[in-house]
């Protein structure tokens, strides 16, 4: 598709109620045709400058922000508890709480990359998780699933499509949360969401299309990284 537009802008909604991208003065409305409102200035110059930045030809592969926040108000907006009810079972399995034996190295990893994130999410939302030697499953105690459950409700469909799209990547809703922090480290966080393969490649080695794989999704999870923070910007 050619370029069809001069002129790019950010510009707040009458009402105050968001901000849009706005081509030579026409609001765009998102891929399935909703009104494309975002709730920060942020968020919408970051939309607006991916639209300045094509060229004589559109490559929609370039709208990165624009796909995610386009999922948030066409998929997660209109089917929030849908979503709410899909996230939870990232927690009730969580990776970072299914460890290896004691007595094996990887243990002694596990311990010291995972515990302090787990740990900090407890105190952060005072809740207790169960943690597990072996892949049999542990249920959490009820009030923990409970309030991770209202802390999961008091967030937008932009920070939940975010969620959803980090604890996917990382198989890990508390990764996911701990990424919502300020001081969160992105870096860091991947680097535990992978700690197990990292293990392997340490001991078997990692061939090209794994390394590009996995640079790809650490790409998409500092994109719902941004768009979180962006999003909450106001």
């Not at 069809?4 to 510009?11: L, N, P």
């Not at 765009?28 to 030809?57: C, D, F």
């Not at 927690?91 to 002694?108: F, H, N, Q, S, V």
Request: hydrophobic residues 50%; negative net charge.
């Amino acid at each position: 598709m050619k370029r069809f537009y001069k002129e790019v802008t950010a510009t707040p909604l009458e009402d105050g109620s968001g901000w849009c991208v706005r081509l030579d003065g026409r609001a765009i409305k998102t891929a399935g045709g909703r009104p494309q409102v975002v709730p920060s200035q942020a968020l919408a110059e970051v939309l607006a400058a991916e639209w300045a930045a094509q060229g004589e030809e559109i490559d929609t592969a370039r709208f990165v922000t624009r796909d995610l926040v386009d999922f948030a108000l066409d998929a997660v907006a209109p089917q929030r508890e849908t979503v709410l009810t899909e996230l939870l079972p990232y927690a009730e399995t969580d990776t970072l709480c299914y460890r290896a034996d004691p007595d094996e190295a990887l243990y002694k990893r596990q311990l010291a990359v995972w515990e302090p994130i787990l740990t900090a999410t407890e105190e952060r939302l005072g809740v207790r998780f169960a943690r597990i030697s072996g892949i049999m499953h542990r249920a959490h105690p009820e009030e923990t699933l409970s309030r991770i459950a209202e802390e999961l409700a008091r967030h937008d469909a932009f920070t939940l499509a975010a969620l959803k799209m980090m604890a996917s990547l990382a198989a890990s809703l508390i990764i996911a949360l701990a990424a919502l922090e300020e001081e969160a480290d992105a870096a860091a966080l991947w680097q535990a969401a992978n700690l197990e393969e990292d293990w392997q490649v340490e001991l078997w080695g990692e061939d090209a299309e794994a390394a590009e794989n996995r640079a790809a999704r650490l790409a998409a999870f500092e994109l719902a990284m941004r768009v979180a923070k962006l999003a909450r910007a106001h």
